[in-house]
């Protein structure tokens, strides 16, 4: 198992360089001149423009700013933005926001996923499973961009229940945008779970457990749902990581002021490092949580061995 | 002996090559064998609703993108008159006007084009690039297969919106042919850029399940050359699968696009696009949602469509669900 993890974390190294690099050479070649739209209306003197350019390394060439950059990220150091502000500070500011709309959705992803498919796998064919089968394709064809504004018409604006944007009434404004954002993971927890479940129904050990006379309830509970639960747990594992990365939409529309809506602001603001510094943390999430998941795999299912 | 003793008595003397002389020589089967998974595929689909109706949608986007002045009732999405700005659906105008007093059914109808032909155009790189990088590394293994799946790995760690988003802001200050120029091949290409990591993890994994198997061997000893091996032999495997992704991958990038033009990074005014009317609806959501609430139901459509029918197709294709 050690050397499993240890081999998985060189692996992912390159992996981490190389997006982190892609980035950097996208947003090198972004348009305009940074420096000089933070004059703004007065010019600034020659002389401080090429300081300017001279502290941020504008005249040298890709590699050479790539390197740079990774000397300062090794010293935890992400570099400023244009203003001066440090990285880190943005980061700091913005990532508290991005983790509990995460929470949030990971939570509703999980319950209410859980539940329904649990219920559709053991009644398969039922009218309840049919209604899940339905519903979750209707929910994985609605972008979210639809689905966000749906949710704030409805139970924002008629209904009155949430707050449209913004934090200002703390957890209880995270409800409406957590619930956008994990709709999509909501739909294929319940499918996962549903085939899971009726797939593990049909298993031998749970003929045997039947056959011992065990109750209905146990055999379901201690039986199936255990073993149906290793595929449901490690997706929403994993997804944790795309949920910290992909909340540009719904924190946007719901006015959130996360990384995701951060990052969006910076790509149109051309704050290349607070772009890469943002980019380069969301992918070290998602290959994290994609790691932890496959050790976890292990430790759930004895039958996978890594060494 | 039944009918069906003899078709699989005569199926199994054609597969070694022999004859027992008791199966009926009338019989051929061959032909009935090699159509088999997309016969029995279509007696499935045929039996499934939820597939009929993703096909008459998704017809009737097609045809809405080809011909859309069948849809429009006669209106032009382009005369507008002011006077009519942000009125409500009447029994003669059914999705109401604009901002711009234009007719927003013409406007909605119009739009189907752009966001079909990105998402067509868009899915058909991404199984370009998936099929020749997915197909290089799983039939060659060892270091081409490692470089290759770290390179995906690499991409498939950028979220795709953001990765799009990235490249289509930095597109127009650049030099690079069709990136460029802001248009439906820009986001296309940006699109299939950032997403084309599945298709390739799809076609290594059935190439390395498919490349040991006796009949590649066979082909390999009479001489047939890496190329005619992979094209010929092995990626016929792939097919099933890769089609059942890509619909559904269309609807995927559909979706994907309306969101980037949404962020404003995607297709420009005066162009016609879902996106666009859904970022210009926002502003008067209180006051007049109709003008969110359309283009997002047609292209939710749009989207459910080619889901739907992948669906439809997967259940159809994988015979561990048949009886």
């Not at chain 1, 602001?265 to 998602?286: K, N």
């Not at chain 2, 940006?190 to 390395?208: D, E, N």
């Amino acid at each position: 198992m050690g050397r499993y993890v240890a081999r998985r974390l060189l692996l992912t190294i390159p992996v981490l360089l190389g997006a982190s690099f892609l980035i950097f050479a996208m947003v090198y070649a972004l348009p305009g001149d940074p420096i000089r739209a933070l004059g703004g209306d007065r010019p600034l003197s020659p002389a401080v423009v090429a300081e300017l350019r001279e502290r941020f390394h504008l005249d040298e060439p890709l590699w050479a700013q790539y390197w740079e950059y990774l000397k300062g990220l090794f010293q935890g150091d992400l570099g400023t933005d244009f203003r001066g502000r440090p990285v880190l500070d943005t980061i700091e500011r913005t990532l508290p926001v991005t983790i509990r709309l995460t929470i949030v959705a990971v939570v509703f992803e999980a319950v209410i996923g859980l539940i329904a498919g649990v219920l559709a796998g053991i009644r398969r064919n039922s009218f309840f499973d049919n209604l899940v089968l339905v519903s979750t394709t209707l929910i994985v064809s609605i972008p979210i961009l639809v689905l966000a504004f749906v949710a704030q018409l409805l139970f924002g604006l008629k209904l009155g229940w949430f707050p449209i944007a913004g934090t200002r009434e703390g957890w209880y404004s995270y409800l409406l945008p957590g619930l956008v954002l994990a709709s999509g993971s909501l739909a294929y927890v319940a499918r996962l779970t549903r085939t899971s479940v009726a797939e593990n129904l049909r298993a031998d050990y749970v003929r045997t457990a039947r056959a011992k006379g065990l109750s209905n309830r146990t055999v379901i509970v201690r039986h199936t749902l255990r073993n149906s639960l290793i595929p449901v747990v490690t997706f929403i594992g994993a997804d944790i990581g795309t949920l910290l990365g992909g909340a540009i939409v719904t924190e946007s529309v719901f006015n959130l002021p996360g990384i995701g809506r951060e990052v969006f602001d910076s790509v149109r603001a051309q704050e290349g490092a607070v772009v890469v510094g943002i980019v380069t943390l969301m992918v070290f999430f998602f290959i994290f949580f994609n790691l932890v998941v496959d050790v976890l795999y292990a430790v759930l299912d004895p039958r996978i061995r890594y060494d | 002996m039944t009918d069906q003793q003899q078709m699989d008595l005569r199926r199994d003397e054609v597969e070694a090559g022999t004859t027992t002389g008791l199966a009926a020589p009338s019989v051929d089967v061959t032909e009935a064998r090699q159509n088999s998974l997309w016969s029995d595929a279509w007696g499935e689909l045929k039996r499934n609703p939820l597939f009929w109706i993703g096909a008459v949608l998704c017809l009737l986007f097609v045809l809405m993108a080809i011909v859309p002045q069948l849809f429009a009732g006669g209106a032009d999405p382009r005369a507008c008159d002011l006077a009519d700005s942000k009125a409500l659906p009447s029994a003669q105008h059914w999705f109401g006007f604009d901002q711009q007093g234009c007719d927003y059914l013409a406007n909605v109808v119009y739009g189907a084009r752009n966001s079909l032909i990105i998402g067509v155009a868009a899915v058909l790189v991404v199984l370009v690039l998936g099929i020749i990088v997915g197909a290089i590394a799983g039939y060659f293994g060892g270091v081409t297969d490692g470089v290759l799946s770290r390179l995906t790995d690499i991409f498939y760690a950028l979220p795709l919106i953001l990765g799009a988003l990235v490249l289509l802001r930095v597109g127009p200050s650049t030099n690079l042919p069709i990136i460029s120029d802001r248009g439906p091949g820009a986001v296309a290409l940006a699109l299939a850029l950032f997403g084309w990591m599945t298709a390739m993890r799809l076609v290594r994994s059935q190439v390395i399940a498919v490349k040991s198997s006796d009949y590649v061997a066979a082909a390999r000893a009479m001489g047939a050359s890496n190329g005619r091996i992979l094209v010929r032999h092995i990626l016929p495997n792939a097919v099933a699968p890769v089609l059942v992704y890509t619909t559904i991958t269309i609807g995927v990038l559909i979706a994907a696009e309306a969101t980037l033009t949404y962020l404003g990074v995607g297709l420009q005014r005066p162009a016609i696009s879902w996106g666009l009317q859904i970022e210009a609806g926002q502003e008067s959501i209180r006051t007049a949602p109709h003008l969110v609430l359309f283009p997002s139901l047609v292209l939710t459509l749009t989207v459910m469509a080619f889901i739907l029918m992948g669906d439809a197709l997967r259940d159809a294709l994988d015979p561990r669900q048949r009886a």
